[in-house]
């Protein structure tokens, strides 16, 4: 028997095409990243994002710490997206958003307090938000004003003369 005719040796056809990527992938991100842990914490951050590729991936920050570790993390990752794919974060403690406005990283990485609100915010759906209702500036009171004028509760009249 020749090796031609065996059919389980393949024939030679162009390689198959890969997977489009999915539309989005959460990925939880849980640990407190120092200096131990950074190597470890990049790579199994950079393996999910590029084991499953996604059009929208969300980092999850559950941490209310946000060190400058974890942000060269984040940052270096979204490089690693597919083409045409962005990093978005979605830090549900407000501590940790604040870290990410102190350090201007907002709007490059996309950050919202949930997983809906950073999507929102990659594709530019803003939901708007209801006005607020306007609230007149009322003077003080003829009353108010004498009051002050007098000394207040004390009955002391003031040192300025009006």
Do not use: K
């Amino acid at each position: 028997m020749s090796r031609t005719d065996t059919p389980a040796v393949p024939h030679a056809t162009s390689a198959p095409l890969p997977a489009a990527p999915a539309a989005l992938l959460v990925v939880p991100f849980d640990t407190l990243v120092d200096l131990d842990n950074e190597v470890a914490a990049e790579a199994a951050l950079s393996r999910a994002v590029e084991r499953h590729p996604a059009r929208i991936v969300v980092v999850r920050v559950r941490s209310r710490v946000v060190t400058p570790q974890a942000l060269r993390i984040l940052l270096r990752t979204a490089t690693r997206t597919v083409p045409g794919g962005v990093l978005c974060v979605a830090a549900e403690y407000p501590a940790a958003r604040r870290v990410f406005h102190l350090t201007g990283l907002v709007r490059p990485l996309h950050v919202a307090a949930t997983v809906p609100g950073a999507v929102r915010r990659v594709s530019g759906d803003r939901v708007p938000r209801p006005p607020r209702p306007r609230v007149p500036a009322r003077p003080p009171s003829a009353l108010g004003r004498a009051w002050r004028r007098e000394g207040g509760p004390r009955g002391r009249p003031s040192a300025t003369r009006h």
